[in-house]
């Protein structure tokens, strides 16, 4: 017989054990394949997804300065900049001119104009009527009156009862006149590239109304000051994880460039803008997918080799005879494995082709938007096949080169076990170091000299090296346990258990491979499991504290509250469908000394029911003393206030003195109501205000404001107030008698003389704490930016993180604060957001945000959550723990195998002897039921305890930006953890009892004989 048929005879014979093999290699090729390639397109969708969700600020990078003299050299130099520096990674960028309010009038009404030169305006917007200014109609038109052409906000326009055709005056040298030639609207005022500008959503500033769209000569030499802007965005579409990172790298360098250039200026150069943080919040979370990517590879690469080292044992054993054979009759140990290669490449090489291509083609079909790479499934195919090579061929190289024939194909010699013994030392020794490493840095990402968080390639690797050097100790006790096990078997009478017992102790190193891998497969596992139910619960609590409600709703353009507010009074949010729980909150910078903090005000008596497992319930009792001073309740029903107002000016002083009542709702927003004028000629007045028709409205204060009184003081008093014609009793109700309204102060407040908190109770965040060094009952001051209310507050409480605000936030109650700025005369702070409890959050929110020209932004937790990086990493990791099983499964297929190929002849002496079939089909399947049951609860074991050094710290470090004080509970995702193990012991009883029932029919065949096997 010719070479070339005895190997073809030889791989026939074995084809089931070279099938097994070419079944490994085409799961590890596929899976290795789908874990790679899907972390790799998720990590690239999940980049596209959050810039495309950044909306406003968040979204977009803002440089700008004020317009130099020469406004085109300036333009120039700042294009030759971005885009040598940002055009190259994906970024585009537009420049804008916009000036402060310019004095105006049209038709006797005098407002301050807001005037904006953007080229780019007309995509992102829809005309209302008209055209835009830049049109040769409209040129013609305005020409044509002696005016410039400028289209107007909508909502500009209707405030000021403006209308396309109606002139506006501009104050300045030259006059200059406005034909309004049209009205336009934004299509989506949250879009990155109008960068979050409230006058783009609501029409309006604090002091001014607009903007006028206009030409750039126009909003030139204005008495104002003009400011140019650069506006960056990306485009979500085509990004990619390098241009991301790459982006993110150029930004902090273009200020330093934009200021070397001599035409820019550098008067006022500012960077503005938030996409900078967007961009490092995005590659943290492609950081932790690369903390947590090496996981299922390995886990699939260990449980793989051990079982690819099982099957090999196996082919060798069952030839131990051929080669044998072969050698004596003259074939070397080189051609022997060159045979053994040709095998596995017939079988192997087509089975990682098609295992690589099929995970592809499964992921293009359930992943269809993601790019796929069809270099990492060849990359996958050929690590499998070589893998498989190396251990197969080696394996037939050594059993060639051994003289000696030995019976179960298992055992080896002194060199071999120090070798082995050996190798497990050193896996040991390794395992401490980069277990020791990780614990050190708290996780596998440590930062760099950038400050940015890298994977360190040894704490990577600490869980899966603590669970293989778990595995291989709880292995080497396996020989004593089983020893232990014989004995207490042997007290027993009968020939089951003792039997089965006693051929595990002495075989033990026959059931080592299966029993490893089984420890294997079920130890990750459980890690996996541990995984996942430690980040699931730390991304729910990083979720509610980055976003506080359940549903946070953000309205733009909103600062400092200047007239009746709609939206305080506004209840419709409470009605919408799964609404459950709905309030206002206050979120703005302070200053506490020199110290930067985030302040966040919230109705405190609701924060449990507004913002559930945020942690803040204990804000409610000791904010609740504060909450219920901050004003005094109305009478029910009442629908008017009436005050007496007595005025005292000089003689002849003209104008009137406006007053107004303000209120605070009952989750505690300021508002006023409608002013009500008195003639300064008349010296008295009774005012008569109109009452908001809703529930739990309370008082803090009136205000007066003079207007046309030249430069005459006027000294407001104010008598008793009454409700509906009815005055109120007691002092509850008091403020302060008397006022001085100037020319330069024209406004001023009257406070309720009682009540109110001085100082302000708040709670602070763990870090802010730690950074001005303060405790419970030590009072400290702090400015709020908006409005420039000064606070003297006190220290009510410290806790862990501020929801939204951070370790470093300051949480008060709402209507406290804004008693306390009414108080203080500063500007009332308008709350921007409120935050919803729903039913069906992901639901409420779209619903809430679909209506882009409310300009609003609604975002439900999941917005702020890490699943869209994390959840492909942990699917990953349950696809490796899957794949390590079907490898135990295979490892255990080849154990039966070898037992029956090795112990026939034992059948036979115990069939002889006079035991039973049935006797020895039990005493099989409780052997193997004793190894693969004794497997299951170690691996159980080694993988709760890798869980616990481990776990916790993968999962915070899979949750960007979680502050440290937050704790990691350890916690289990019990349903797939318990299916696994489910899944794997029925198939694997299964197996046991296939080989119990071979044992059986065995044993049951008359006149049986050894030879006959």
């Known amino acids: 017989m010719g070479a070339a048929r005895t190997a073809f005879a030889r791989a026939n014979a074995r084809s089931g054990v070279l099938a097994s093999i ?85 038709g006797g009404t005098a407002f301050g104009a807001v005037l904006l030169v953007d080229g780019d305006a007309p995509q992102r917007s829809e005309l209302v009527a008209g055209s835009w200014p830049d049109t040769a109609e409209a040129i013609s038109a305005a020409a044509a009156e002696g005016a410039l052409p400028a289209t107007l906000h909508a909502d500009a326009a209707e405030s000021l009862g403006l209308a396309p055709g109606d002139v506006v005056d501009l104050a300045g040298e030259p006059a200059r006149r406005l034909l309004i030639v049209g ?26 109304i607009g903007p006028f769209l206009v030409a750039e000569e126009t909003a030139l030499d204005v008495p104002a000051a003009i400011v140019a802007r650069w506006t960056a965005v990306v485009d979500a579409s085509a990004a990619t994880p390098g241009s991301a990172s790459a982006l993110r790298e150029a930004l902090p360098d273009v200020e330093p460039a934009l200021r070397a250039e001599p035409a820019i200026g550098t008067d006022g150069l500012g960077a503005l803008g938030g ?3 967007t961009l490092t919040r995005l590659l943290a979370g492609l950081g932790a997918v690369r903390a947590i990517a090496p996981l299922p590879l390995l886990l699939l690469g260990f449980a793989g080799v051990a079982a690819l080292t099982r099957l090999a044992s196996l082919l060798g054993a069952a030839r131990r005879g051929e080669t044998v054979l072969l050698r004596a009759r003259g074939a070397s140990a080189g051609r022997l494995a060159r045979d053994t290669v040709i095998e596995v490449l017939v079988l192997g090489a087509p089975a990682a082709v098609i ?38 061929a080696g394996r037939a190289w050594l059993d060639a080169r051994r003289p000696v024939v030995r019976g179960s194909g298992d055992e080896v010699g002194r060199v071999a076990r120090g070798l082995v013994t050996g190798g497990v030392v050193l896996v040991a020794v390794v395992a401490a170091v980069a277990l020791w490493q990780f614990r050190l840095y708290g996780s596998p990402l440590v930062a760099n000299a950038s400050g940015r968080l890298d994977v360190d390639p040894v704490a990577v690797l600490a869980p899966m090296l603590v669970l293989v050097a778990l595995s291989l100790a709880a292995l080497g006790l396996s020989r004593p346990i089983d020893v232990l096990l014989e004995r207490l078997a042997a007290v027993r009478p009968g020939l089951v258990p003792a039997l089965p017992m006693r051929q595990l102790a002495r075989r033990a190193t026959l059931y080592a491979s299966a029993s490893l891998v089984t420890m294997l497969a079920i130890a990750g596992l459980t890690l996996t499991a541990a995984f996942a139910g430690a ?47 709905v309030g206002p909150v206050f979120r703005g910078e302070a200053r506490v000394g020199s110290e930067q903090a985030t302040i966040v005000a919230l109705p405190s008596a609701g924060v449990a029911e507004i913002a559930p497992g945020t942690g803040t319930r204990p804000a409610a009792e000791a904010l609740a003393d504060s909450a219920a001073a901050a004003g005094v309740d109305l009478p029910a029903g009442a629908t008017t206030l009436e005050v007496g107002v007595e005025l005292d000016s000089p003689t002849g002083t003209s104008g ?212 869209p990086f994390i959840a492909p990493a942990v699917a990953a990791l349950w696809v490796g723990a899957a794949g390590a ?93 318990l299916l696994g193990i489910g899944a794997f012991v029925m198939l694997a009883v299964a197996i046991s009892a296939g080989a119990a029932a071979s044992v059986r029919r065995t044993a049951s065949r008359p006149g049986l004989r050894q030879e006959e096997g």
């Open 656 to 867: 009137t003195v406006s007053v107004t009542a303000w209120l605070l709702t009952a989750s505690g927003a300021a508002t006023p109501v409608a002013p009500a004028p008195v003639d300064v000629a008349a010296g008295t007045g009774q005012v008569r205000l109109q009452l908001p028709d809703a529930a739990g409205l309370r008082f803090i204060g009136l205000a007066a404001s003079l207007s046309g009184a030249g430069g005459a003081d006027v000294r407001v008093g104010f008598g008793a107030i009454s409700f509906d014609g009815e005055t109120v009793a007691g002092t509850a109700f008091e403020t302060e008698r008397e006022l001085t309204l100037t020319s330069k102060a024209p406004n001023a407040r009257a406070p309720l003389t009682a009540g109110g908190s001085d100082p302000l109770p708040v709670m602070i965040g763990a870090e802010l704490a730690e950074r001005i060094s303060a405790s419970v009952g030590d009072e400290l001051a702090f400015r709020v930016l908006t409005g420039g209310a000064e606070i003297d507050a006190v220290v009510a409480g410290v806790v862990p993180v501020v929801p939204t605000a951070g370790a470093g936030g300051i949480l008060a109650d709402l209507g406290a604060l804004e008693r306390y700025a009414f108080d203080d005369a500063a500007g009332v702070p308008a709350f921007g957001e409120r935050w919803i409890a729903a039913s069906d959050p992901e639901r409420v929110a779209a619903e809430l945000g679909a209506d882009r020209n409310a300009a609003v932004v609604a975002d439900a937790r999941s917005a702020a959550s890490s699943t």
């Open 22 to 106: 070419a079944a490994v290699v085409l799961l590890l090729s596929g899976l290795g394949t789908a874990v790679v390639d899907s972390l790799a397109g998720s990590s690239a969708s999940g980049v596209r997804s959050g810039l495309a969700a950044a909306q406003g600020t968040a979204g977009a990078a803002r440089w700008q300065i004020r317009v130099a003299s020469d406004a085109e050299a300036q333009a120039d130099a700042a294009a030759s900049v971005l885009d040598r520096m940002l055009t190259p990674h994906g970024a585009t960028w537009s420049r804008s001119v916009e000036t402060a309010p310019v004095e105006a009038s049209s």
């Open 275 to 277: 996409l900078d943080a």
């Open 183 to 208: 009205t336009w609207l934004p299509i989506d005022p949250a879009d990155p590239a109008w960068f979050g500008e409230g006058v783009i959503a609501s029409g309006r500033t604090a002091d001014g």
């Open 885 to 977: 099983l079907l490898f135990a499964l295979t490892a255990v297929i080849a154990l039966v195998a070898a037992l029956g190929g090795s112990r026939r002849g034992e059948i036979v002496v115990l069939r002889v002897l006079g035991v039973p079939a049935r006797t020895q089909s039990r005493a099989r399947f409780a052997e193997l039921a004793v190894t693969l049951c004794t497997a299951v609860l170690i691996g159980v074991v080694v993988g709760l305890l890798t869980a616990l050094l481990t776990a916790r710290e993968l999962a915070r470090a899979a949750v960007a930006g979680v502050p440290a004080v937050i704790p990691v509970d350890f916690g289990l995702d019990a349903a797939p953890w």
């Open 535 to 581: 980040w699931q619960g730390i991304d729910r609590t990083a979720s509610a504290l980055a976003t506080g409600g359940e549903v946070r709703v953000a309205s733009a353009g909103r600062d400092v509250v200047l007239q009746p507010d709609e939206l305080a009074l506004d209840d419709t949010i409470a009605t919408v469908d799964g609404v459950t729980a």
């Open 355 to 392: 295992g690589a291509a099929g995970a592809e083609l499964f992921l293009m079909m359930s992943r269809p938007g993601e790019a796929r790479d069809w270099g990492v499934a060849g990359l996958m195919a050929g690590v499998a096949l070589v893998t498989t090579l190396l251990l197969v």
